[in-house]
């Protein structure tokens, strides 16, 4: 008689290790990962992985059936080592001019917002999330009353990107009139704060092979965390954006508390020494515009003598406000008087059109949709 075996039931004990993802590795982490799974034999290791490389981020596949220079064998060997599945896309909305706007899903309790800004850099940037939440608590942004649930991964940074690329229909990497031109760290999170992820994460998007953005059109913004600086540099050649908002002390530590442990002298003495800083690569200070805060002549006047001497470009942005925030944005004539004093020193169009406000997309507005239906149930709660 044979012996019947009973495979309705998982056996007992810890379930698989998810087959890791090809989207967040590094060409060399992907020639390791590709030899440690047995798929191809180290002297053979770095045209395969060139291959896969191509296949995953120039061409965007999905699906290792699709990559037919490889052979059948290999690409089930790869299938079951790895996986190219996209993560779950909750929500998309699109704005009236245009702004398109995803909250996608990686993990349970891990939604990231990305954004998708047309007619910004040199064609449509994105706006990526470095964190779920964040530690900094700048008191006129939405993302910072939501605590820190954890940082990306380098996968899940990119996978934004990806995200992004398909809605666009831009595989394979187009070589010119892209949309998506240039990406923005401005999304939720410090990403100073995760730079071991972010820098692996521009290493894939900066990829001559892959989605081809080049560094010169990658910025990362921070808050200030000075003892970064040099490492994000050294390590992306990166664009930098700092966010200013205030050009004393007292007012910095109230909008962005962090200044509190990197004041704005030490703050200005790190972007000096920020590698490749020139005229061809300036720093472009944010300063978001609150009324009766920061939005005086004399602030603007004062920001101007702060900034001497320092290749630098500036950004005003409208304060963009959110339920329940405690700021009010800058009167327009309040903007324009503030720009003109920058006109004057030198700055050219430095306000910042607002975009996707109808879809609370625009900058600081970025909170996980899990979070503010939490909140939601709480105010409910709490009215009954
Ligand atoms: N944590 C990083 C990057 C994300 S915030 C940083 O602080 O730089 C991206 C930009 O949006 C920052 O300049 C931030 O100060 C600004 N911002 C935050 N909330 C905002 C709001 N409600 N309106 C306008 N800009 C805001
Ligand atoms: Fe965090 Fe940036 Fe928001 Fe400050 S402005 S709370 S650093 S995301």
């Not at 060997?77 to 790895?82: K, N, Q, S, T």
């Not at 939440?133 to 993302?143: E, S």
């Not at 600086?229 to 050009?247: C, D, F, V, W």
Request: net charge positive.
């Amino acid at each position: 008689m044979g012996v019947t075996l009973d495979l309705s039931r998982a056996p007992a004990g810890p379930a698989p290790a998810p087959r890791p993802n090809i989207t967040g590795m590094t060409r060399d982490e992907l020639r390791a990962a590709i030899v440690t799974a047995g798929v191809a034999p180290p002297e053979k290791a770095r045209m395969r992985a060139s291959q896969v490389w191509r296949w995953v981020h120039h061409y965007g596949v999905t699906d290792f059936g699709a990559m037919t220079d490889v052979a059948k064998e290999t690409r089930a060997a790869l299938a079951d080592a790895f996986s190219l599945a996209r993560p779950e896309i909750v929500e998309r909305q699109v704005s009236k001019d245009g702004t398109r706007k995803w909250l996608i899903r990686t993990a349970p309790g891990i939604e990231i917002e990305t954004v998708y800004i047309p007619d910004v850099g040199r064609s449509g940037a994105l706006c990526v999330s470095s964190q779920v939440g964040c530690t900094l608590n700048c008191t006129f942004c939405h993302t910072g009353t939501q605590a820190l649930v954890r940082n990306l991964t380098a996968a899940e940074i990119v996978a934004q990107v990806q995200v992004a690329r398909d809605d666009l229909g831009e595989w394979p990497s187009p070589k010119e009139d892209r949309r998506l031109s240039n990406i923005v760290f401005m999304g939720m999170g410090e990403p100073l704060y995760n730079l071991d992820n972010v820098a692996a994460a521009i290493d894939v998007i900066a990829d001559n092979e892959g989605i081809a953005i080049s560094r010169r059109r990658i910025t990362v913004s921070t808050s200030g965390v000075v003892p970064e600086l040099k490492g994000l540099g050294e390590r992306t050649q990166a664009m930098l954006a700092i966010s200013l908002h205030a050009t004393n002390d007292a007012l910095r530590e109230e909008l962005v508390p962090l200044n509190k442990k990197y004041p704005i002298a030490e703050l200005m003495a790190g972007i000096r020494a920020y590698p490749g800083l020139s005229n061809a690569k300036r720093v472009t200070f944010e300063y978001v515009m609150l009324k009766g805060v920061n939005d005086t002549p004399a602030e603007a006047k004062a920001l101007v003598k702060l900034l001497a001497g320092i290749p630098s470009k500036i950004n005003l942005i409208p304060f963009n406000p959110w339920p329940g925030s405690n700021y009010e944005c800058s009167d327009w004539p309040a903007i324009e008087a503030f720009a003109a004093v920058l006109n004057r020193a030198g700055y050219a169009s430095p306000i910042r059109t607002p975009r996707g406000r109808d879809i609370l997309a625009a900058c600081g507005q970025l909170k996980s949709e899990s979070e503010k239906v939490r909140a939601s149930v709480r105010r409910k709660a709490a009215a009954s």
